[in-house]
């Protein structure tokens, strides 16, 4: 079992304080990335606002079963990654890398299903610029870049989430985890839980709403 | 450090069950054309679900005051970033 | 003052270092690139800072140069656009936005909240080198021909039309804007969590105070420029329309999202030397500083109206007249706090003991300039002058009697008060005083002319102009050598203080704070032993009926 305080940073009293900052630290670098996605969900505002017609039709296009689908992966995600940080309290180190293989494989299938849901926009003619599907009206466009580029925004993070992910796992099987000091697998676990939670709103704004509008 | 209490593992499990069907909800109400409502109904739905991740499995539930303010305060920016955009565009 | 000195050191061993100093704690060029010292940290923000300073005041130089004649005679207006592009983006992300919380902050805060380093040491240093990556990228845009939309990069001309370097520049302040959120990110948690015993909240001096709302508008602003700026690119590369009007897009749009960061931006830029100038005064009157908890809470009361306001950069713009008006009374609003500020420093002046060293020099300077620089602000607020004034000289002058006046002022200011501290020297002090001076004048016959011009119609942004407005602009031209030279007085002096100024003690200054009760320089660790705080802030000793404390000389 490795000693607690060897591990506390000399700038800190103790582990204690240490796990705070982190933890308080997380949850700022959270609020950022509430703002940066922000600015997004305001162009999604104010673009839906603009072109009601063009945002419908977007909506109508999009594939409600991916998107369903993906919703409940992320959830479930969410839920495991939550029963690895349980698991690190309990110093369970086999159930803390199961879980967070399990994250890995969701979040995995999370960007699987994508890559699908691109393709099939791509084939049809769903991709804003010179190709784009005479079908729609034009203004459809502005809802197929907010909705690429919200989606791409939240696949990249989903991919530096399995990368932390993976991080936490290595760690895990070299034993550096337990009950007295898991903070780094807690802090992982808030980041995931926000990337869930961008979707969450993602799914409505961009699946359901104005569908039948 | 954050004192979880003990929470148990079916206790997640519940949680994730009530995530499931607000989910089920929301893709139901989605199938018929209830205009406004629509809307109102999905982002209700939403706040919903966001709450129950933040609350128990972000762990914010039990967690400082410090922690509640500064989730607060991320929404309650992004808020003043869309209301008063808004006033723009709500009244050209 | 030399026997004061020792008998501090005798009384306070505990507290202070050995002749081992964090600048003495390794020489080699590995030992400063790696390092993990707040202190070594600060200074590498300081080097860098004045290197990117010394390029976009050359552009100032060259802008100032063709505008003695009304015909565009030196540059051609592409080159006098770039000039005035490369002028406001260096200064405002890769100068004045770093200033006093990346070179001052970084080195004091810990110091004095009683903390062995900030939070997060590493997140520190990582902060330092995304700045040099984002300054790579601007420097770059620079050399390879420029950047013509201002730094204001407003869509279509940034998105669609402009045909120099934006996607380069944007990628190095996107970069360099993750470099303000961590170190922001870096305060709040220090100052949260790691305060000494004793420290709470209203015994912490109003510099931590100014810090922290600060960083709060770091961490709740830039990442709105970021994706901003993402946007941009995007369609710049892409052409996806978001800000383009020939494809549904609103370039308002981009004004707003803009805004939204760069008002709050503004007070990053004037925050932080306001904490500074509540520092100096109290030092330099021998006083607490009058209505701490008011000057304290009017910090936070900034941090957040600053963020209702940035509307009143878009009066014009077609945005619609009911959010003009919105917008106009919440930027009268946010005047309240600075105003409180201002009443409360002179207040303390009031039956003060002053002494006009160079920092209190700086210090007044401030208190002067800064109420002129935020009393022009109310007259762009209200929307009726704005229509006249907007996009102007007036507004030129407004914001640089604020950010030059005011913030430079204040770090110059706050850099001679801790420059014994972070170099264990004493800077000359007549030439100190001198130079503080000479700026106070050189400024003002630089800015004030700008004012008139901008009232009699001389819009911003352009290299020819009626010959009737030639005569402001000779005396602006004239009063920017005179800054030049104040500005330069000090670089001179201060590397020359390095190695031949006087040695100082642990507190040259008799000022109360715990940065003062450890040695000059630091040690690595800061303190040998935690300090434990009982005091009040500002604690100096009663003052005599006469208004007279313990005559105390100064080196000079």
């Known amino acids: 079992m490795p000693e607690p305080q060897s591990i506390v940073a000399e700038q800190f009293e103790d582990a204690a304080q240490q796990c705070e900052a982190a933890t308080l630290g997380m949850w700022t670098f959270l609020v950022t990335e509430v703002l940066f996605f922000g600015g997004l969900f305001l162009a999604y505002v104010v673009y839906r606002h603009a072109y009601p017609e063009g945002f419908a039709a977007g909506s109508r296009h999009t594939d409600l079963f991916f998107g369903t689908l993906n919703t409940a992966i992320l959830l479930t995600s969410s839920l495991t990654m939550v029963l690895a940080v349980q698991a690190a309290q309990a110093n369970e180190t086999k159930m803390v890398m199961r879980c967070l293989l399990w994250t890995l494989a969701l979040a995995g299938g999370f960007l699987v299903v994508k890559g699908f849901e691109y393709h099939k926009d791509i084939v049809e003619h769903l991709v804003p610029g010179a190709g784009f599907s005479p079908e729609l009206p034009a203004r459809a466009q502005m809802f197929f870049w907010l909705s690429w580029a919200m989606t791409g925004l939240h696949a990249i993070h989903v991919i530096v989430g399995m990368g932390l992910i993976s991080v936490m796992t290595w760690l895990a099987r070299r034993g550096k985890f337990s009950a007295e000091y898991h903070t780094p697998v807690e802090i992982v676990g808030l980041y995931w839980h926000f990337v869930d939670i961008v979707w969450i709103f993602l799914y409505p704004l961009l699946y359901l709403i104005g569908r039948h509008a | ?92 | 003052m030399k026997e004061l000195a020792t008998t501090l050191e005798r009384e306070t061993p505990a507290l202070i270092g050995s002749d081992e100093n964090y600048l003495s704690a390794g020489h080699t060029l590995k030992s400063w690139l790696l390092t993990t010292d707040h202190k070594r940290i600060g200074l590498l923000y300081l080097f860098s800072i004045s290197f990117f300073f010394v390029i976009a005041a050359t552009a100032a130089a060259l802008m100032r140069a063709e505008l003695v004649t009304p015909q565009g005679d030196l540059v051609t207006s592409e080159t006098y656009n770039k000039l005035f592009t490369i002028h406001g983006v260096l200064m405002v992300w890769f100068f004045l936005i770093p200033s006093i919380p990346s070179v001052l902050g970084n080195f004091i805060i810990p110091m004095m909240i009683g903390a062995r380093d900030v939070a997060f040491p590493r997140l520190n240093l990582l902060s330092w080198y995304l700045f040099i990556g984002g300054g790579l990228f601007a420097l770059y845009a620079i050399v390879a021909g420029g950047v013509d939309t201002g730094w204001t990069f407003y869509a279509p001309l940034s998105s669609v039309y402009s045909n120099t370097h934006v996607v380069e520049m944007a990628t190095g302040i996107f970069i360099t804007g993750f470099s303000s959120i961590l170190t922001g990110l870096n305060f709040i948690i220090t100052i949260q969590k790691m305060r000494a015993p004793g420290l709470t909240w209203f015994r912490l001096p109003l510099f931590i105070w100014s810090m922290f709302a600060t960083s709060l508008i770091l961490v709740l602003a830039t990442p709105v420029l970021a994706i901003t700026l993402a946007l941009m690119v995007l369609e710049r590369v892409w052409g996806i329309g978001i800000f383009d009007p020939k494809l549904g897009g609103d370039p308002i749009l981009f004004q707003h999202l803009f805004w939204f960061y760069s008002h709050p931006a503004v007070y990053i830029m004037i925050l932080p030397g306001m904490g500074v100038i509540s520092e100096l005064i109290s030092c330099f009157s021998r006083k607490k500083i009058f209505g701490y908890k008011f000057v304290a809470f009017s910090s936070m009361a900034i941090a957040v109206l600053g963020f209702l306001v940035w509307g009143h950069h878009m009066f014009v713009s077609s945005q619609s007249i009911y959010a003009g008006m919105i917008f106009s009374i919440l930027s009268f609003l946010v005047a309240i706090p600075s105003a409180i500020k201002v009443f409360n420093w002179v207040a303390t002046l009031y039956r003060g003991s002053i002494s006009l060293d160079t920092p209190m020099l700086y210090a007044l300077g401030f208190i002067g300039l800064f109420t002129i620089g935020g009393l022009t602000g109310l007259f762009l607020a209200t929307l009726a002058v704005d229509v006249h004034v907007t996009d102007t000289y007036f507004v030129v002058a407004h914001f640089h009697y604020i950010m030059v006046g005011g913030m430079v002022s204040a770090f110059m200011g706050g850099l001679h008060y801790w420059w014994p501290k972070i170099t264990g020297r004493l800077y000359p002090e007549k030439l100190g005083q001198l130079a503080a001076i000479i700026m106070f004048f050189g400024f003002n016959l630089t800015f004030f002319p700008q004012f008139i011009l901008g009232y009699l119609g001389m819009p911003r942004r352009y290299h020819a102009y009626p010959p009737e407005f030639q005569i402001y602009q000779v005396l602006s031209t004239a009063g920017a050598s005179i800054l030049a030279i104040a500005y330069l007085l000090p670089v001179i002096y201060l590397i020359w203080s390095l190695k031949h100024g006087k040695k100082a003690g642990a507190n040259p200054w008799q000022a109360t704070g715990l940065e003062w009760k450890t040695s000059s320089p630091p040690p690595k660790h800061n303190f040998d032993e935690m300090p434990i705080v009982t005091e009040e802030a500002y604690e100096y000793p009663p003052l005599s009926d006469e208004g007279r404390e313990l005559e105390v000389s100064k080196d000079a």
């Open chain 2, 1 to 92: 450090m954050k004192t979880e209490n003990a929470i148990s593992c079916s206790f997640y499990w519940t949680i994730w069950g009530g995530l499931i069907l607000l989910l089920g909800v929301t893709w139901g109400v989605a199938q018929f054309n209830l205009g406004l409502f629509n809307v109102i109904a999905a982002m209700t739905i939403s706040v919903a679900k966001m709450l129950l991740v933040i609350l128990y499995f972000m762990h914010a539930r039990y967690s400082s005051r410090l922690i509640w303010l500064l989730a607060g305060a991320g929404f309650f920016w992004l808020a003043i970033m869309l209301t008063l955009t808004m006033t723009d565009y709500l009244t050209r």
